[in-house]
Every structure is written in C-alpha cells, then in structure tokens.
T-cell receptor, first 114, second 111 residues
Framework: DGGITQSPKYLFRKEGQNVTLSCEQN?????MYWYRQDPGQGLRLIYY???????QKGDIAEGYSVSREKKESFPLTVTSAQKNPTAFYLC?????????????FGPGTRLTVL | GEDVEQSLFLSVREGDSSVINCTYT??????LYWYKQEPGAGLQLLTY?????DMKQDQRLTVLLNKKDKHLSLRIADTQTGDSAIYFC???????????FGQGTILTVHP
C-alpha cells in the first residue's frame, strides 16, 4: 500500500518543550512539504524539500525546523520558539518535474500545547 | 505573491447542486486543483484542470475555469450528506511542486 503516514495522530506538549512530528512516504516522491492548518486560514506552508539533503523555508518557518536525510522521511520539529504551536499539521509529497504535480497528503497530526 | 480566495461557507439541501467558487491571482498558473478534507483527516485530491482547458467533467463533478477572470468553480451534482466536508481550491504556478491553497469552503448538506 503506497501512501504517506504521519505519527502520532494526537500530540500534547507542555510549553517550552520541543516536539518532533514524523512523516514517512513510500511513493518514491522527491518533494515533501509541511503545512499548518488553523480554522478559517487554509493551509500555510512551513517548509518544503525538493530533494534529499535540501530544504527551503515556506511562508511561516519561524519556530520550526526540518531535516531531509532520507528520501522517504521529512520530520518536523516544533521548537519552543514557536509562539502559538497548537494546530493541525499536514505533511504532503509530490513527484518533481513537469506533469500534473498534485500533492498527496498524510492524515495529519493534531498538536496541542498545554 | 500568489493569492487564492474562496468563500468560507456553503449550505445546500440533499439532492441539489452545489457550486463552490474560487478566484486566484497568478496569471502563470499551470494546473488548478480541488481537494476535499473530511473532519480530522488529510486532504484528498478530487479533480484538477490544466490551464488551457475551460471545463472538465468527472461523474458528479464539473470544473469550470475562466482564465480571463481567474475564476475556478466546482459543481457537485446531486449533493449527498457524504459530500459534507471542507473543499480547497489550489493552484500551481511555474514553480514545480509548490501549490497555493485557498482558505477552504465548508460545505454543509442538509437532509
């Protein structure tokens, strides 16, 4: 079964703690993305990676960090510097290059800061 | 930069047609997409249209694209309660991979 997995589905953290969200894909896609979703604001791009060992900041990268050591994995760390981290986080992947270019999404992780 | 706008809410009666509208600003858009999100889940691609087309039909779904006005719409025929969800419009410009999403339209279908 090809797809994208995110874990955990629900995550709670105390203020001041860093937390890492997992994203794995077995679609052999080169590009991977992290979005944050808040009610009424759609999806905002945090970071994206077009190839292994390379990534770029999206529109709201402050307080977040990523790594891309393997093609299939793109973990996101929410640091204590992120002022309002409670949100729904979505990971996506897509093939690179020309073509339809649709993104495939994981099921999401809901992070709550207590 | 690119911007995509949608109205936030749409309410319809079961069996009626639903029309969800979207406007975008990027004149170099290559593909435009409609995604569906059910509560607590990720996004699922419903359909897409290439920018040189003006209509695409796929079973109950009809996509209309007015490139001159930068307006995209999704019509769902015979709307069912299972169609209740958030619908996102998205566009891709000339940069491979990166998509710009609208805020999402919450569709509520009443029996």
């Amino acid at each position: 079964d090809g797809g994208i997995t995110q874990s955990p589905k629900y995550l709670f953290r105390k203020e001041g703690q860093n937390v890492t969200l997992s994203c794995e894909q077995n679609l052999n896609h080169d590009a991977m993305y992290w979005y944050r979703q808040d009610p009424g604001q759609g999806l905002r791009l945090i970071y994206y990676s077009q190839i292994v060992n390379d990534f770029q900041k999206g529109d709201i990268a402050e307080g977040y960090s990523v790594s891309r050591e393997k093609k299939e994995s793109f973990p996101l760390t929410v640091t204590s510097a992120q002022k309002n981290p409670t949100a729904f986080y979505l990971c996506a992947s897509s093939p690179e290059g020309p073509g339809v270019g649709e993104q495939f999404f994981g099921p999401g992780t809901r992070l709550t800061v207590l | 930069g690119e911007d995509v706008e949608q109205s936030l809410f749409l309410s319809v009666r079961e069996g009626d047609s639903s029309v969800i509208n979207c406007t975008y600003t990027d004149s170099s858009s290559t593909y435009l997409y409609w995604y569906k999100q059910e509560p607590g889940a990720g996004l699922q691609l419903l359909t897409y249209i290439f920018s040189n087309m003006d209509m695409k039909q796929d079973q109950r779904l009809t996509v209309l694209l007015n490139k001159k006005d930068k307006h995209l719409s999704l019509r769902i025929a015979d709307t069912q309660t299972g169609d209740s969800a958030i619908y996102f419009c998205a566009e891709r410009g000339t940069s491979y991979g990166k998509l710009t999403f609208g805020q999402g339209t919450i569709l509520t279908v009443h029996p």
